[in-house]
């Protein structure tokens, strides 16, 4: 059984840090690409960062420069430091994994990531 258990979300204020993570189980990790997607309130999920099993890594322009995505593979755990928040970037975030083939495409049930003014 897969599962991705996100973990770290919270209320913070503008200006401040989380770091989020996401603990895989059931899959090969080290094989998967992972991802950070991100849903706010009446808005369409949206690609937040992404890393690849060779630890290239891809970002929303939204978030370049503020957040880093990164990987361990010996505890199958996907990060995503946020710094510099915005209210903006509140929203539900979702962890992502993606393996070789359309088929194998899991999320996580999502953390909640609520910036303050």
């Known amino acids: 059984q897969v599962q991705l258990v996100e973990s770290g979300g919270g209320l913070v204020q503008a200006g401040g840090s989380l770091r989020l993570s996401c603990a895989a189980s059931g899959i090969p990790f080290r094989i998967y690409v992972m991802g950070w997607y991100r849903q706010a309130p009446g808005k369409q999920r949206e690609l937040v960062a992404r890393i690849t099993r060779d630890r290239m890594t891809n970002y929303a322009d939204s978030v370049k420069g503020r957040f880093t995505i990164s990987r361990d593979n010996g505890q199958s755990t996907v990060y995503l430091e946020m710094n510099s928040l915005k209210p903006d970037d509140t929203a539900v975030y979702y962890c992502?994994?993606?393996?070789?083939?359309?088929?194998?495409?899991?999320w996580g049930q999502g953390t909640q990531v609520t910036v303050s003014s």
């Open positions: 992502n994994a993606v393996g070789l083939t359309s088929a194998h495409d899991y």
